[in-house]
C-alpha cells in the first residue's frame, strides 16, 4: 500500500451560483463517484455547500469549505464555525490560503488558532503556505515557507498527521505560470523537512503535501509524479468539470 493516498481538491473560490454549483458537483459526480484510488474534495463557497453535499453524498468524494472561524459561536458577525461546517457533512477546510493571507490580513497566528479549532471539531485542514515572486527572487522561499508552516503548524504533536499542507506559490496562481516539477518537489521535500522538526520522521512522511498554482491536465501528470507531492488544490482548472476529473485521473 502506499504510504500516502494522493488527495486532489478543488478551490471554487468566490465562483458559482448554487445552481451552477450543483451543476458541476453532478458532472464530477458522474465520473468519480466511486473513485476510490484518490481522495477528491470539492470547496464551494459557503452558499452551495448545502447543495453539494446532497448532490455527493452517496458517492465517496467529499466537501471541503475554503475558511472558517476558530471560536465555536458567539457574537462574531458574517462568520462560519467548525460544527456549522460539520453539520454540513464537510470533512475539510482551506486554512490561510493566500488570498485570504493577503486580502484579509490572515497571520500564522490566526491560522494556527483555526487549524486547532478544526482539528477539535474532526475536521480535516488544507493548510496554505506560499512565497510571493518578491520572496523568490530575493532567495528568500525556504525561510518564508519554514515560518508559514512552523508558526501556522505549533503544538499539533500527533494531530499533524491530519493535516495536509498545500504548497501554493503565490507568483503560480490564477496566472498560467506554474512551477516545474523540480521547483515544487524542492520545496515540498523542504516542507517535510520542516515538517519533521515539529514532530519526528514517522509523522512527516504521513503527511500529505499538496501543489497548487496553475496546475491543468497538461502538467498535472508531471507534477504529481513527483515522490513529495501527494496531490493538488486545484483552482481555475476546477471549475470545468472535465478538467478537474482529467487532473484525478492523473493522480490514481
Ligand atoms: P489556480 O489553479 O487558479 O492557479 O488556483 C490555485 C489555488 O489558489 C487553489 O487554492
Not at 16 to 31: F, G, H, N, R, V
Not at 54 to 83: C, F, R, V
Not at 193 to 208: C, I, K, P, Q
Request: net charge negative.
Amino acid at each position: 500500500m502506499k504510504l500516502r493516498k494522493k488527495i486532489i481538491a478543488g478551490n471554487w473560490k468566490m465562483n458559482k451560483t448554487i445552481s451552477d454549483a450543483q451543476e458541476l458537483a453532478a458532472s464530477i459526480k458522474l465520473e468519480l463517484a466511486e473513485c476510490r484510488e484518490v481522495d477528491v474534495v470539492l470547496c464551494p463557497s459557503f452558499t452551495a455547500l448545502k447543495t453539494v453535499s446532497d448532490t455527493i453524498s452517496d458517492s465517496s468524494i467529499k466537501l471541503g469549505a475554503q475558511n472558517m472561524h476558530w471560536e465555536p459561536d458567539g457574537a462574531y458577525t458574517g462568520e462560519i464555525s467548525a460544527s456549522m461546517l460539520r453539520d454540513l457533512y464537510c470533512h475539510y477546510v482551506i486554512l490561510g490560503h493566500s488570498e485570504r493571507r493577503t486580502y484579509f490580513g490572515e497571520t500564522d497566528a490566526i491560522v494556527s488558532h483555526k487549524v486547532k479549532a478544526a482539528l477539535a471539531a474532526n475536521l480535516l485542514p488544507i493548510v496554505c503556505v506560499g512565497e510571493s515572486l518578491e520572496e523568490r527572487e530575493a532567495g528568500r522561499t525556504e525561510e518564508v515557507i519554514q515560518t508559514q508552516v512552523e508558526n501556522s503548524l505549533t503544538g499539533l504533536a500527533a494531530e499533524l498527521k491530519r493535516v495536509i499542507v498545500a504548497y501554493e506559490p503565490i507568483w503560480a496562481i490564477g496566472t498560467g505560470r506554474t512551477a516545474t516539477p523540480e521547483m515544487a518537489q524542492d520545496v515540498h521535500a523542504f516542507i517535510r523537512r520542516v515538517l519533521t522538526g515539529l514532530s519526528d520522521a514517522e509523522t512527516a512522511e504521513t503527511v500529505r503535501i499538496q501543489y497548487g498554482g496553475s496546475m491543468k491536465p497538461a502538467n498535472a501528470a508531471e507534477l504529481l509524479a513527483k515522490p513529495d507531492i501527494d496531490g493538488g488544490l486545484i483552482g481555475g482548472a476546477a471549475l470545468d468539470a472535465r478538467s478537474f476529473v482529467e487532473i484525478v485521473r492523473h493522480g490514481m
